[in-house]
C-alpha cells in the first residue's frame, strides 16, 4: 500500500507525463514520446510513470560505448532503443585527449 502522500506525488509525475504527450502532439503529429533512459533506478522509475501514464513513447538508451555490460542488458531487457554513436569514446579521446572543462 502507497502511502497517501506519496500517491499524491505520484498522480502529480502522472499528470505532468501525460501533459507532456499532449503538448507533444500538438508539434509532431502523435509521435511517441522519447524517454531519455540510462538503466539506472531513476530511469526504471520514468519508464514505470510513463506505462501508468497510459502514453505512446519511446525509452531511448545513448551508448557511450564505455557503459557495462549489464547496463546495455538491462536497457535492452526493458525494450529501450539503443543508439550507438560513429565513434567510440576511447577514438574520440585518442584524436582529441581526454574530457575537461
Given at each position: ?27 509532431f503529429n ?72
Amino acid at each position: 500500500m502507497v502511502r497517501p502522500e506519496l500517491q499524491k506525488k505520484i498522480d502529480f509525475a502522472i499528470m505532468l507525463i501525460q501533459q507532456a504527450e499532449k503538448t507533444s502532439n500538438e508539434y509532431f503529429n502523435e509521435e511517441p514520446v522519447e524517454i531519455s533512459y540510462s538503466g539506472g533506478k531513476d530511469s526504471d522509475v520514468i519508464l514505470q510513470l510513463a506505462k501508468e501514464a497510459g502514453i505512446n513513447f519511446i525509452p531511448i538508451y545513448k551508448n557511450t560505448t564505455i557503459d557495462p555490460i549489464g547496463t546495455m542488458q538491462h536497457c535492452r531487457s526493458v525494450g529501450a532503443q539503443i543508439i550507438t554513436p560513429q565513434k567510440g569514446f576511447f577514438e574520440i579521446v585518442k584524436e582529441t585527449g581526454l574530457p575537461h572543462r
